[in-house]
């Protein structure tokens, strides 16, 4: 199999989830990141911890910790695994008004946390906006992307990819 051949689609062009039985079961660990910006008011009620609809970083916490868990029922061609840790953090930056959300997941598996991480990290933003809304509707939400994974036979990546 080469690097650049998509592993979802076999020789005939079909679409197929990917066969992992023979795959040995590894350490595995996925990083990923989003970002979201929003208006003066808004960013206040962000750093304050609460909006109408309750407080803000401990319900995007569990929602990013649930849609890691339901990640192989959203994306079709996800397999469902064993994750032992999904860990959501957040890092204020009020010079631009946005909230970078980090998301980390890890376990032992025979394939990557990569989608299980993003999906941790995009629901946690779109459950912040869901949050403001009422006070922003112009927030955006940018810069989904894995930052870092381990395991398997593909290795290390760290990504120094720099795009915004």
Same mark, same amino acid.
């Given at each position: 199999?080469?690097?650049?051949?998509?592993?979802? &689609?076999?020789?005939?062009?079909?679409?197929?989830?990917?066969?992992?039985?023979?795959?040995?079961?590894?350490?595995?660990?996925?990083?990923?990141?989003?970002?979201?910006?929003?208006?003066?008011? #808004?960013?206040?009620?962000?750093?304050?911890?609460?909006?109408?609809?309750?407080?803000?970083?401990?319900?995007?916490?569990?929602?990013?910790?649930? #849609?890691?868990?339901?990640?192989?029922? @959203?994306?079709?061609?996800?397999?469902? &695994?064993?994750?032992?840790?999904?860990?959501?953090?957040?890092?204020?930056?009020?010079?631009?008004?946005?909230?970078?959300?980090? $998301?980390?997941? $890890?376990? &032992?598996?025979?394939?990557?946390?990569?989608?299980?991480? @993003?999906?941790?990290?995009?629901? #946690?933003?779109?459950?912040?906006?869901?949050?403001?809304?009422?006070?922003?509707?112009?927030?955006?939400?940018?810069?989904?992307?894995? @930052?870092?994974?381990?395991?398997?036979?593909?290795?290390?990546?760290?990504?120094?990819?720099?795009?915004?």
């Amino acid at each position: 199999m080469t690097k650049n051949k998509p592993t979802h &689609i076999d020789d005939n062009g079909n679409v197929k989830m990917v066969d992992i039985t023979e795959k040995p079961e590894t350490k595995r660990f996925a990083m990923a990141q989003g970002t979201i910006t929003m208006n003066k008011d #808004a960013f206040e009620l962000l750093v304050s911890g609460r909006s109408k609809k309750g407080e803000i970083f401990p319900v995007a916490r569990v929602a990013g910790i649930m #849609a890691a868990k339901k990640t192989h029922e @959203l994306i079709p061609l996800c397999h469902p &695994i064993k994750m032992t840790s999904i860990d959501i953090n957040f890092e204020l930056d009020e010079k631009n008004r946005s909230c970078r959300v980090i $998301s980390k997941v $890890s376990g &032992i598996e025979k394939t990557g946390f990569e989608m299980e991480a @993003l999906t941790a990290a995009a629901v #946690a933003l779109l459950t912040i906006y869901d949050m403001l809304k009422a006070v922003d509707r112009g927030i955006s939400i940018n810069n989904i992307t894995l @930052l870092e994974k381990y395991g398997g036979k593909s290795g290390h990546f760290i990504n120094t990819d720099t795009r915004e």
